[in-house]
C-alpha cells in the first residue's frame, strides 16, 4: 500500500512498502538443494553442467561451496570423471545423459519436473506423428534441452508472433501440437 501526502511544492509526497522477495518456483528449489546435498554427501568438487538457475547470487554461492559450472562434459578432466556432474533445472538434450553414460561419469538430474513434463508431452506428440511446434527463446538452455528429446528437425522453434503467421505446415495430413518453453 502507498501512503500519499501533499509537499510544499504541490507534489504529493509517497511511502512505498517493499515487499520481501518471493522466493523460487519448487523445480528451481529442488535443483539448489540436489546441489547442496550432493555437496554435503559427496564432497568437493561437485560438477554442474549449466547454471543450475539464472541468479549470479545463487550461483556464486554454490561456487564457494564447492560446485564447479560447465557449460558441457568435456570440460571436466578425465580424473574427475567419479565426481558427480549435476544437469540443472533447465534440462538437457537426451545426448547429455547418453555422452555422461559413454564416459562412465556419476550424474544427477535436477531438472525441473515441469520442464520434464513437457519433454514426455513433447515425445508423445512426436509418437502420434503430430507436427511438434516449441513456443520459446532460441538458445536458452530449456529450449535447447526440449528440442534435443526428438530427432534432429523435429521440432520447430516459434519465438515470434511473425513466426507464427509465417509458419508453413510440413504436412496437412498430420495433426498439429504445439509445447512451450516453462521459463
Avoid: W
Avoid at 42 to 68: S, T
Avoid at 128 to 156: F, K, S, Y
Amino acid at each position: 500500500m502507498s501512503t500519499m501526502t501533499q509537499t510544499a511544492t504541490n507534489k504529493p509526497s509517497l511511502q512505498i512498502k517493499l515487499c520481501a522477495p518471493r522466493g523460487f518456483c519448487a523445480g528451481v528449489d529442488r535443483a539448489i538443494q540436489i546441489v547442496e546435498l550432493a555437496l554435503q554427501k559427496y564432497g568437493q568438487p561437485v560438477y554442474v553442467r549449466h547454471e543450475i538457475v539464472h541468479n549470479k547470487y545463487v550461483v556464486d554461492g554454490l561456487k564457494a561451496k564447492g560446485a564447479v559450472f560447465v557449460e558441457e562434459l568435456d570440460e571436466i578432466p578425465a580424473e574427475h570423471a567419479e565426481r558427480p556432474v549435476i544437469f540443472s533445472a533447465h534440462g538437457v538434450p537426451k545426448a547429455v545423459p547418453a555422452d555422461a553414460k559413454q564416459r562412465n561419469m556419476f550424474y544427477l538430474d535436477a531438472t525441473c519436473p515441469l520442464v520434464s513434463k513437457v519433454h514426455k508431452e513433447a515425445e508423445i506428440h512426436f509418437r502420434r506423428e503430430r507436427e511438434v511446434l516449441l513456443i520459446g527463446h532460441a538458445g536458452h538452455p530449456e529450449v535447447i534441452g526440449t528440442m534435443g528429446q526428438l530427432p534432429e528437425g523435429t521440432v520447430t522453434l516459434i519465438e515470434t508472433e511473425d513466426d507464427a503467421r509465417c509458419y508453413e505446415r510440413k504436412s496437412n495430413d498430420r495433426p498439429l501440437a504445439y509445447i512451450t518453453q516453462t521459463t
